[in-house]
């Protein structure tokens, strides 16, 4: 069974899906079945540094960084995207990031807490601790 807001991955041509609703069955493309993506233990081989969403919340605005270290934007090492969710998983905000952006996400939000994850192109993805 898939779960709201679970990523699948097409091994064979990089697909990326992320389940709107929830349902039976197997999710398959090119043929072969979807790989489900889960996030990194924010401790794993020290990537963590660069990678783990830093959340600060203030009055008015939620801020998501990527990393307690700033990760790399490069054309062959960057953050895809960004996301918060509330973990009721009924409030989402995305952004889409490429080569050379600053990998932020602002927004303004009236959930008392958000879960955050990104991500990396080369590393997988990340998610905040919650």
Known sequence: MTKKLDLYKCNVCGNLVEVVLEGEGELVCCGQPMEHVKPHSPNEEMLGEKHVPVISVTENETEIRV???????????????????????????????????????KFKCHCAKVVARELCNIHGLWESPQ
């Open 67 to 105: 990393g307690s270290i700033p990760h790399p934007m490069e054309d062959k090492h960057y953050i895809q995207f960004i996301e918060a969710y509330s973990p009721d998983k009924n409030y989402v905000k995305r952004k889409y990031l490429y080569p050379n952006d600053e990998p932020l996400l």
